[in-house]
């Protein structure tokens, strides 16, 4: 689980992965020449960065004739999601923490 | 409040029976921090930057970096808070009430330093974005 979970934060560390992850997201299945269209950077680059997301599961490939098609998998999501839920439990204790101390300084 | 391009946050907010100057030091100052936050090296200096340590847990290496945004004494404190490569601000409104301070505190705009702060957030991120609701449902 924690594997997964670093590539899934150092996929989406990258601003350009971000983008193609958001695109993807967003406008659905692309092949790898579309995504470069708008990418702004080369496709070998774009290329590069989608083994990165595949890596960490957050995109799927289909080979269809010369083309590879990209789609987005949200569900790849989850330990970021499970990262919040920390977060959430991380301030609840803190707070917890928190009143404790006001309760042992001075006044 | 569901403006896709609205980020949303953590809020966590609580009254205590506390007087702001108080809640104040606790907040600001790095020995109290550290008792109740995490190891610091924190001043309550607007662009001074600084480091949360915290005993690694699963999914979560507990080194923040942060630089202080906003000071403004017994009321507000807001710094950046940057780890595992998402950027986010924690924004501390102490508001005085009858028995004492409205504590709140909101953790917001995740996404990372270069943009995505507040930028549109796209289908996956609403997605992940939407689960802070669900975990804001969750709190006290």
């Excluded at chain 1, 989608?50 to 790849?76: C, F, I, S």
């Excluded at chain 2, 505190?105 to 991120?125: I, L, N, R, T």
Aim: charged share 25%; aromatic share 10%.
């Amino acid at each position: 689980m924690q594997a997964v979970a670093d590539d899934v934060f150092k996929a989406l560390a990258d601003p350009t992965r971000r983008a193609l992850f958001e695109r993807l997201s967003r406008d659905g299945e692309q092949t790898v020449h579309a995504l470069t269209d708008r990418a702004g950077v080369s496709q070998p680059a774009v290329s590069k960065h989608l083994v990165v997301l595949k890596h960490a599961k957050l995109v799927r490939d289909r080979r269809e004739g010369r083309e590879t098609h990209y789609n987005a998998q949200p569900q790849a999501l989850a330990p970021l999601i499970d990262w919040m839920s920390l977060y959430g439990a991380f301030w609840r204790e803190r707070f917890d923490r928190l009143e404790s101390l006001l309760k042992r300084m001075d006044r | 409040m569901n403006r896709p391009d609205t980020p949303r946050s953590l809020v966590i907010e609580r009254e205590m029976p506390h007087p702001p100057e108080k809640i104040w030091r606790a907040l600001t100052q790095s020995p109290l921090i550290e008792e109740w936050l995490m190891k610091n090296d924190f001043q309550p200096v607007v662009g001074h930057r600084f480091n949360f340590r915290a005993t690694p847990v699963p999914n979560w290496n507990g080194v923040v970096d942060g630089e202080v945004l906003v000071v403004e004494p017994n009321s507000r404190l807001c710094y950046s808070w940057g780890s595992m490569g998402l950027k986010s601000v924690v924004a501390w409104t102490l508001t005085p009430t009858k028995g004492g301070t409205h504590v709140r505190m909101e953790q917001s705009g995740f996404g990372s330093e270069e943009d995505a702060y507040y930028k549109g957030a796209s289908y996956g991120w609403q997605k992940f974005i939407g689960s802070l609701e669900r975990v804001v449902g969750g709190l006290d």
